[in-house]
Each structure stands twice: as C-alpha cells, then as structure tokens.
C-alpha cells in the first residue's frame, strides 16, 4: 500500500499503515506503536527525540527537529510540521 492520503490524518494513517507489520485493517493506534516498537521506542515522543536527536519533551520541538533532520522544511504548527514530514519523507527514507 502506497502512501495516497491528502489530509494530515489519511497521510498519517497511510504513513504507519505501511510502515508497520500489523494486520491492515488493524487500528491506527497499533500500527503507530507496532511502528514505533519496531524502531526501539514505545512511544511517539521516543521515536521523535531518536529521529531528530533530541531530549526534548515539547511536540512541537520534537517535530520540528524531527523535520530538519529529514532535510524537511519545518512547518509553523505540529499539524504543519507532521503533515510535512509524511509528505516528504514517504517518498525518501523511512526514519
């Protein structure tokens, strides 16, 4: 499955859906932690300090650096900075 969404939340979902070795029609909550697991975090906010090297705790840092680690424009909000980010790196490498 191809990354094909074009809102934030179908890009998102897409996103993890192809990334994760959970069944398909599994929830989307699942296959963000079977992601992230597969990765060394359990959760989000481990996998987001591990791609964009930082000890923060704040989302939207985390995001943004997140982003310029993948050479991704940083947007002004984490919706921005995430939808960015499943948009341009789904095509490149897989952080």
Not at 47 to 76: N, P
Request: aromatic share 12%; with cysteine; net charge negative.
């Amino acid at each position: 499955m191809a990354i094909q969404g074009t809102s934030l939340r179908a890009l998102e979902n897409d996103w993890y859906r192809t990334r994760s070795s959970e069944p398909v029609h599994a929830p989307l909550s699942q296959h963000q932690y079977g992601y992230w697991r597969s990765k060394g975090s359990k959760t989000e906010q481990e996998w987001l300090q591990t791609v964009g090297s930082s000890t923060s705790i704040d989302l939207y840092e985390l995001w943004s650096r997140a982003c310029d680690a993948q050479s991704v424009t940083v947007g002004d909000s984490i919706d921005e900075c995430k939808y960015l980010f499943f948009t341009s790196v789904a095509s490149g490498t897989n952080p």
